[in-house]
């Protein structure tokens, strides 16, 4: 097949004055070349596209392509991720991962949670707060875990989001609203382990790749899993790959992060983040349906490390699934 890739690449958003943070997001040049470079052994055809609006502009050139590998986060908007998606829909050109509704829906993570509640999957209580004196109105008990509600990659979150009492909780809202010029997501502060689930699949047919532990690690930000703990991963957390058989709790984990993936919609693969209260009792945190995939940093090809399944194999496992919907005749 020849397969386009949509991307939005750091170093250029970089080289046009954003900074680390606003570009947290953004996809470094040797993802880029290792999608590529699987792609290639499997026999495909590449073209390199790039953003929304050079997706856009080839488009408009004519341009076209039996699938896009897409893995564009978008720039602006609360929909961004699905800029893309729904351009390809207008064109009727297949793509890897979720739809436009699943990835606008998902990248808000009250919403998310919404959904997920009202189909019995079980997530912790949790109120937005769009304003710092609305705070004030919050009706859960401290402790606090406050962040942005709809930013990935740790964006917005350190030691800061965990608020020990009532009277710091407009503080600590009103510093995300200031800072990210979106509402505040409070819920309680869950002290106990936390996982990433790797899925591979779509609906029923989605499966449970792996479940690794993410377990901070001395002179780490204590307490959360940061922008600033994921950033410099290699020295501050260690991913331990956990297993049913080895943990009662992790078969709880998994179903609890497979249901969250089927009611929502997610397609191909992703990730879904759970973390555990004090009793030990999980509960679903958030999904990424456009999971990093970095052959070595990223969570998603790092569980497939742990499991020796080859970054090719994991490129060809996306592309299979996708390539259902492809004979299904659907986009």
């Not at 710092?132 to 990659?153: C, H, I, Q, R, W």
């Not at 080895?246 to 179903?255: A, E, F, G, P, R």
């Not at 990424?288 to 080859?310: F, M, Q, R, T, V």
Request: aromatic share 8%; charged share 25%; hydrophobic share 40%.
């Amino acid at each position: 097949m020849k397969i386009g890739l949509t991307y939005d690449l750091r170093s250029e958003y970089l080289s046009r004055g954003y900074d680390e943070e606003q570009t947290a997001e953004f996809d470094r040049e040797d993802t880029i070349e290792a999608i590529e470079g699987a792609l290639k052994t499997l026999g495909h055809q590449t073209e390199r596209i790039g953003h929304a609006k050079q997706l856009v502009a080839a488009l408009v050139k004519g341009k076209r392509w039996d699938l896009v590998f897409n893995i564009a986060e978008g720039f602006k908007g609360i929909g961004r991720e699905a800029q893309v998606p729904a351009l390809l829909d207008l064109y009727e050109i297949p793509y890897t991962f979720s739809d436009p509704l699943v990835m606008a829906l998902t990248l808000h993570k009250a919403l998310t949670k919404r959904v997920v509640r009202d189909a019995g999957v079980s997530t912790a209580d949790f109120t937005v707060v769009t304003t710092s004196a609305e705070a004030a109105t919050v009706a859960l008990e401290p402790p606090y875990f406050v962040k942005p509600v709809a930013e990935g990659t740790g964006k917005g979150i350190s030691t800061d989001c965990i608020v020990y009492d009532r009277s710091g909780l407009s503080k600590a809202c009103g510093r995300i609203i200031d800072a990210y010029g979106q509402p505040a997501l409070v819920e309680p502060y869950l002290s106990g382990r936390e996982f990433t689930v790797g899925i591979l699949g779509t609906g029923r047919t989605a499966q449970a790749l792996g479940t690794m532990e993410v377990c901070l690690l001395v002179g780490a930000e204590p307490g959360v899993y940061s922008y600033l703990n994921k950033e410099y991963c290699e020295e501050r957390v260690t991913y331990n790959l956990v297993l049913p058989e080895k943990d009662h709790l992790i078969k709880n984990v998994v179903t609890l992060a497979l249901d969250a993936w089927r009611v929502l919609g997610c397609r191909d693969a992703g990730r879904v983040d759970v973390r555990c209260d004090h009793h030990g009792t999980p509960y679903f945190v958030e999904v990424n349906p456009l999971a990093g995939i970095h052959p070595e940093h990223s969570d998603l090809p790092i569980i497939c490390n742990h499991l020796s399944i080859p970054y090719v194999t994991l490129i060809e496992r996306i592309i299979a699934s996708a390539g259902t919907r492809m004979e299904e005749g659907a986009v």
